[in-house]
């Protein structure tokens, strides 16, 4: 059991689709205990009953744009949780009309809102549950190729990853004196509700299977086993990594080649798509 003893804050639940709930799932399975939040009213009805699948009562709302949440986060889990030995991050936001049509035409107003909630909100959450980490904690957030690359439609998050992956690094400096590790696992494509925001996911979802490696999609469990290992004091020597749980889509230069009936070399895509 490699989470045996350890104590960790989920935030990210929506559902059980959520990459969160993949995360928590492997944690839990090595023995960590959790505590969760939700993000409103509307969410902690679901989020409720997926602590109790993982025999948690430890349930906290908040909205990470919200001082007041963040500044009696910390308190309220100390006093019925206890100390954390791991935190996830696992939350993004852009409002939609920054995920359609140009980048160029990104508003002030949504680069904020994508920026603060998806990106900033990492060093607030942090900084927030600081006092109540112990000493060689873990803290894991959640990016996407994107941040690196340009995606069709991700734009603005582009950014926001881009900040978030940077912040990574930032952080695991700064929290290192206390063996404290900052880390992110870029995760490949994944049908959930933050997902279902962005324009043609259906096509990047089939690109990805046809260009990666492993010829597949990475499912929840996936990312939330390499997840777990981050989190777990086997990751103990890993600090400010951008760790890719993508099936290897990241590596591909170009589109991966194929054979037609005669024999020509053709993209994957234009055989399979
Ligand atoms: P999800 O919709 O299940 O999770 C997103 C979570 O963010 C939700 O629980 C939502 O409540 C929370 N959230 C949004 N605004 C918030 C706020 N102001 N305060 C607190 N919580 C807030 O979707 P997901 O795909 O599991 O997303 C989790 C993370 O994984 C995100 O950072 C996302 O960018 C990242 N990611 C997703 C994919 C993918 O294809 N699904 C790929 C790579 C990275």
Known sequence: MLMKGKKGLIVGVANNKSIAYGIAKACASQGAKLAFTYLNEAL???VEPIAAEFNSRAVYELDVNNEEHLNALAGKIEKDFGKLDFVVHAVAYAPKEALEGAFINTTKEA?????GTSAYSLVALTRAVLPILNDNASVLTLSYLGGIKYVPHYNVMGVAKAALESSVRYLARDLGVRGIRVNAISAGPIKTLAASGIGDFR???KYNEINAPLKKNVSTDEVGNSAMYL??????????????VDAGYNIMGMGDVCEDEKGKTILCWDKEK
């Open 44 to 46: 902690q009805k679901r």
């Open 111 to 115: 680069f904020n809102i994508a920026l």
């Open 203 to 205: 096509m990047i979802l």
């Open 231 to 244: 989190l777990s004091d086997l990751a103990s020597g890993v600090s400010g990594e951008i760790h890719y």
